[in-house]
């Protein structure tokens, strides 16, 4: 048998692919992405591939992002984030701060090591089938219903919070979403759950349109969070202080992850940074979980995210607390010397060396610049643990 077409449905799909290839026309161009694209495409949802509606003109040189890869994602072509159409993983009501019905969209312009939502952010790396592609009405009428559901008012929630991977990479699709649903629901509260690596231009859309912002912080030295996630710190700290300044009424609250040995020494400078901007800005220090590349690294304990509220008083910042769980044991990783050479910082090349474990290859890493691109192993790594 031919896989799971059989031998002659694999001789007919290749034919169809073959004509569509060769085919000139841009409608025929769409329709072979819409055939060979996510598998988390159903075929009732690549009608969106043949007639794309004017909202996401934008991704046709997508330039949302820091990384500004200018790539024509309508045809196909991908950029650092590796996707195409927004794609939504999943939806539900969700618990965690603010309450909500959250939409977890797929892919992200990070490859974090330590990303506790690896099946979701580095889709279609990992083939993994989420929900696909959900027209924009469809989706705002799907969370309106929600929210107005017993279930949302027995919890309490009370908007919409998107989420992922990294929804900024879906911007235009999102800000359709909530327009829609603002014409069910006018006072439609709305959270935006970032990574901070979005710019400016894209940061002020995010701010007209949001009633909440939940914003990662993942390390202020450049170098180690160039080794944790593939990206500069420098665009996050950049709208992490516009925001403090000039829309901290929005700010749900900065959220920092704290890995252990990796970027405990960012905490200081980070806390100076924010109460620099403002002292009573909200910062939460989330305790590392074991996962994804990182899935064998100790989890945070208790005593070093009390030590991390504690260097927050210090630096004169007045809302400080943490949250997760921790003592979870794990072990340090060796450090090749082709890593070791390449790092100047402890957390770099302890970071580095996760990643030149996990397939990595460019170091100092820089997925913009990185010749294996989509190719990448480190971007297929598929963790035995889960926390």
Same mark, same amino acid.
């Given at each position: 048998?031919? =896989? /799971? ?15 569509? +290839?060769?085919?000139?026309?841009? @409608? ?10 996510? /598998? ?7 009608k969106i591939l043949v007639s794309q509606p004017d909202y996401l003109q934008p991704l046709s040189h997508c330039t949302l992002c820091e990384h500004r890869c200018g790539v024509n994602r309508l045809e196909g072509q991908t950029g650092v984030c590796g996707m195409t159409v927004p794609i939504v993983a999943s939806a539900t009501l969700h618990p965690a701060p603010p309450k909500s019905y959250t939409i977890f969209m797929a892919g992200c312009n990070y490859k974090c090591l330590n990303c506790q939502n690896w099946s979701i952010a580095q889709l279609p790396d990992n083939k993994y089938n989420l929900r ?12 309106? #219903?929600? @929210? ?15 989420? $992922? ?18 014409? @069910? ?16 231009? &894209? ?15 993942? %390390? ?11 990206? &500069?710190? !420098?665009? *996050? @700290? ?11 009424? !929005? ?13 405990? *020494? ?16 909200? *910062?939460?220090?989330?305790?590392? /979980? ?8 100790? +989890?945070?304990? %208790?005593?070093?995210? +009390?030590?991390?509220?504690?260097? #927050?008083?210090?630096? +004169? ?6 949250? =997760? ?22 957390? $770099?090349?302890?970071? $580095? #060396?996760?990643?030149? %474990? ?5 170091? *100092?890493?820089?997925? #913009? ?19």
């Amino acid at each position: 048998m031919g =896989g /799971r077409f059989g031998k002659y449905g694999d001789i007919k799909r290749r034919k169809v692919l073959q004509r569509a +290839g060769r085919a000139k026309s841009k @409608l025929a161009r769409t329709k072979k992405i819409s055939r060979r694209g996510h /598998r988390g495409l159903r075929p009732t949802q690549t009608k969106i591939l043949v007639s794309q509606p004017d909202y996401l003109q934008p991704l046709s040189h997508c330039t949302l992002c820091e990384h500004r890869c200018g790539v024509n994602r309508l045809e196909g072509q991908t950029g650092v984030c590796g996707m195409t159409v927004p794609i939504v993983a999943s939806a539900t009501l969700h618990p965690a701060p603010p309450k909500s019905y959250t939409i977890f969209m797929a892919g992200c312009n990070y490859k974090c090591l330590n990303c506790q939502n690896w099946s979701i952010a580095q889709l279609p790396d990992n083939k993994y089938n989420l929900r696909g592609f959900i027209p924009a009405k469809k989706l705002a009428t799907e969370c309106v #219903a929600r @929210l107005n559901s017993p279930a949302s008012r027995l919890m309490g929630a009370d908007r919409i919070f998107f989420s $992922g991977g990294e929804p900024t990479i879906h911007l235009p699709y999102i800000e359709q979403v909530v327009a829609e649903a603002r014409r @069910l629901s006018p006072d439609l509260k709305v959270n935006f759950d970032t990574n901070g690596y979005l710019k400016s231009a &894209s940061l002020i859309k995010v701010l007209k349109f949001t009633t909440s912002i939940t914003y990662d912080i993942k %390390a202020f030295n450049d170098e180690v969070h160039l080794a944790l996630t593939g990206a &500069s710190s !420098k665009p *996050v @700290l950049r709208n992490a202080e516009y925001i403090g300044r000039f829309a901290k009424d !929005k700010l749900w609250e900065y959220r920092i992850l704290v890995i252990p040995k990796i970027n405990e *020494v960012d905490i200081e400078p980070l806390c100076r940074f924010i109460a620099g901007i403002d002292t009573n800005l909200p *910062v939460c220090f989330l305790a590392f /979980r074991p996962n994804y590349a990182l899935e064998h690294h100790p +989890g945070a304990t %208790a005593e070093l995210m +009390g030590r991390c509220v504690n260097i #927050a008083k210090r630096s +004169g910042l007045e809302n400080a607390y943490w949250s =997760g769980h921790t003592g979870i044991p794990g072990l340090i990783s060796a450090i090749p010397k082709k890593v070791e050479s390449v790092y100047q910082s402890a957390g $770099g090349r302890l970071t $580095g #060396a996760y990643a030149y %474990a996990a397939g990595c290859r460019t170091h *100092v890493r820089n997925c #913009a610049d990185c010749s294996s691109h989509q190719a990448c192993p480190a971007k297929r790594y598929v963790p035995q643990i889960r926390t």
